[in-house]
């Protein structure tokens, strides 16, 4: 029987951030564009960096912690850091199509 | 991270702002509806006066300064200054505002100066607070500097509220009251209110509709306008110098030909269909094109073209109900559901399964707010055209029931407040239950 924890990859994580819905738009950060960038350690430090989509708007705190929480279940996880980028901004062509369809759904 | 107890002191704080605006905006429509006459009538008249104090000190000054002390720290990305001194703020205008225009019913100017003092005090203070925010990251932005300016002229419309007080109360000579009177509304309506709005709408209308905001350049033209027609209006307006009004009524016209044309750019390059509340704002929006025309006349006197017959009280209720109050009631069914999800789930995010923002006020709601709110406008341009008591009073009980909309939403937060929706993050939803927020 093989016990080892499932390998931490930035796609895990990637995919763990699907699960993290922007509240005011209802859609998911990563088909939002907002994940700039996923690294992780051979050590399970994993360290993400958001794109905002308009700099100064409150809910990016509210997300970055969110997404904190959400990483930090992950097994294999030993540390997390959540960062802010915004160079280049983020643009509506960040979106993935996943994103423009759910968003569509909505509208 | 703990965002919770900083969220709730800024829903503490704007939520009693709110309150009070949505208090005296329902006593404002239903007096409209009884009495339509103070929509169409020159505001010399005590009730007239008391009305259009009512509107701005009651119901959009309350509101606007509640959501300032949300989006300029937004705007400015820095946190605001000195919560203390908004909540002093606050008191003041709370204490004064409802006697100053009680003084101005009765036609008692003493007593008007006086609270108008108080209220021009707390004022002072809500805005040095706001002014020194937007500085702190000193951001020369279209909607930073905007925003600082809109500030400056509400100082001088308060303070000329103050010295038109103290002149019909014959405190103070030399001056024509007329004259200040002119001036006074339209540093408020102009230089304050629609400059708070142009501002706030080059962050918010990007944000809103996850768009790409609009030309840098263009903003800075449409804000260079503005304030030149106000700095053209200021002396035009005291000294009764045609050209300089000409000039100034020009430039008015040209910043709202560019807003509106930058909201139109805005609005082309989204990618989220508006929803009601950003409906209702652009309801407010389109209603500016005639308002202006109006505005223009009004401020070069032309009472007998094909212009209404009194331009300035036509042009104060376009203004205030046609234009700000749809503005402002759209972006309160964005605002106010935020900032209570904020105060009550943003703490839980990605640790349990919250409601979305969208969840908090009723979508059924928001669209009757919508649907009373277009009716309303264009009722209340006919009536203000033909000076038409039953349109303009089928007007106000139209807003009524928009207001009424806002009113049974903000209601309907109080079991949020009270017993936040918090599941964990492994419970099943419940069958027809709406989506929640951060569920992995």
Partial sequence: MNSAPPILTAAAVLEALHGLIDPEVAVNVVDLGMIADVTVSPFGEVSVSILPTTPGCPMHDVLADGARAIISRLPGVSAVDVGFVYSPPWTPDRITAAGREALQARN | ?440
């Fill in chain 2, 1 to 440: 991270m703990t965002p919770g107890p900083n969220f709730r002191a800024q829903a503490l704080l704007s939520f009693p702002f709110f309150g009070l605006g949505l208090a005296a905006l329902l006593a404002l429509v239903s007096w409209a509806a009884l009495d339509p006459a103070l929509l169409s009538t020159p505001t010399r008249a005590p009730a007239s006066l008391a009305f259009v104090h009512l509107a701005v000190l009651g119901w959009m000054a309350p509101f606007v300064f509640g959501a300032a002390y949300q989006l300029i720290p937004v705007v400015a990305e820095a946190p605001l200054w000195s919560r203390r001194g908004a909540w002093f703020h606050f008191v003041l205008h709370l204490a004064a505002s409802p006697l100053l225009v009680h003084a101005l019913f009765r036609s008692d100017f003493s007593a008007g100066a006086l609270w108008g003092v108080v209220v021009a005090l707390g004022t002072f203070v809500g805005v040095t607070d706001l002014a020194i925010t937007a500085d702190r990251r000193s951001r020369w932005t279209p909607e930073n500097v905007g925003l600082v300016l809109a500030l400056f002229w509400l100082l001088i419309a308060v303070g000329l509220g103050v010295l038109l007080a103290l002149v019909r109360a014959g405190h103070v000579i030399g001056f024509d009251a007329d004259r200040l009177r002119a001036l006074h509304l339209t540093c408020g309506l102009v230089g304050f209110f629609l400059g708070t709005l142009f501002a706030v709408s080059f962050k918010l209308v990007p944000m809103f509709l996850l768009g790409r905001p609009g030309g840098r350049f263009r903003q800075w033209l449409v804000l260079a306008a503005l304030n030149a027609a106000l700095f053209l209006l200021a002396p035009g307006l005291l000294g009764e110098h045609r050209p300089l009004l000409l000039l100034g009524a020009g430039a008015l016209l040209a910043a709202v030909v560019g807003f509106l044309d930058e909201i139109f750019v805005m609005f082309t390059r989204r990618l989220r269909a508006p929803d009601w509340p950003m409906r209702t704002f652009f309801v407010g929006v389109a209603t500016l094109a005639p308002s202006a025309l109006v505005g223009a006349a009004a401020l070069l006197g032309m009472e007998t073209l094909w212009l209404p017959a009194h331009p300035a009280p036509a042009l104060f209720a376009l203004v205030v109900f046609g234009v700000l109050t749809p503005c402002i009631l759209g972006m309160a069914g964005k605002i106010v559901p935020f900032l209570a999800w904020q105060w009550r789930y943003s703490a839980h995010i990605g640790r349990a399964r919250v409601p979305l923002v969208t969840d908090l006020f009723r979508p059924a709601l928001l669209r009757l707010q919508f649907l009373a709110t277009v009716p309303s406008c264009a009722l209340l341009l006919a009536g203000v055209w033909l000076e038409s008591a039953p349109l303009l009073r089928l007007a106000a009980a139209s807003q009524l029931l928009s207001a009424l909309a806002l009113a049974a939403n903000v209601a309907g937060l109080l079991p949020h407040l009270l017993r936040p929706r918090v599941e964990p993050l492994a419970s099943a939803p419940a069958a027809g239950a709406p989506p929640l927020a951060s569920t992995p």
